[in-house]
């Protein structure tokens, strides 16, 4: 069944060009696990041969990616927590990942919301309770398009360098996925470093404003 899905949203890149992009995007930043690693690194590999554009690319990644956060934003935020807690199993939200979202969002506010989008599952996730919180929809909305440009440019560049080296690919979808990942370890471990230190001066200055004088116990 994924070696099918696959294919389908393989051939929606190849086929729709920028309009395949954002509709695969803003399914990958909604509910549905649509792999970005299938969107954005073929899209450049056809960037490179001249049937769309780098800067194309990761705008239509990056509108897409802004465009499925802000519909979930609002249907979280229209529906409610309890809803999604009784029926969010039917469209693959269990109960616990909502509750590592919100605890997410909760320690590390709106740049919890950027880091989010350059980390897997979290990253379709944490539109839900941005939207149950009601987090100013501006102020989301910057975030989320600053986190899936740095994310979508993250990607063309790295999937035009694995596709010119190993052209074979854009045959096998399933195997571009595996490459990507396999050779994007890297980018993974500095996407984590980064988090990591937000999250540490986060926890230093929460510690230093709490033991300020004068601070309200």
């Known amino acids: 069944m994924l070696h099918g899905l696959l294919q389908v949203w393989f051939g929606w890149v190849r086929d729709g060009g920028y309009l395949g992009v954002i509709a695969l995007m803003a399914m990958e930043s909604s509910i549905l696990p649509v792999p970005s690693e299938i969107v954005i690194p073929p899209a450049a590999f056809w960037a490179s041969q001249g049937r769309m554009s780098y800067s194309g690319v990761v705008l239509a990644g990056t509108f897409g990616s802004w465009l ?4 979930t934003y609002w249907v979280s935020r229209w529906i409610g927590r309890a809803v999604i807690l009784r ?20 320690r590390y506010g709106v740049g919890g919301v950027f880091f989010a989008r ?53 045959n096998d979808p399933e195997a571009l996925v595996r490459m990507v990942k396999q050779e ?14 937000y999250f540490l001066v986060m926890r ?14």
């Open 204 to 217: 230093l200055t929460s510690r230093s404003s709490a033991s300020a004088p004068g601070t309200p116990a």
């Open 184 to 197: 994007g370890h890297w980018i993974v471990a500095a996407v984590l470093v980064l988090c990591a230190l």
């Open 118 to 170: 350059l980390l897997p599952v979290i990253r379709h996730l944490i539109s839900i309770p941005a939207g149950i919180t009601r987090m100013s929809f501006g102020v989301f909305s910057l975030v989320t398009v600053l986190g899936a440009f740095f994310w979508c440019s993250i990607l063309a560049w790295f999937g035009a360098r694995i596709t010119a080296a190993h052209p074979d690919l854009m």
């Open 68 to 71: 499925g956060s802000a519909i």
């Open 87 to 106: 029926w969010g199993r039917l469209v693959f939200i269990k109960p616990e990942g909502l509750e590592r979202a919100e605890l997410f969002m909760q």
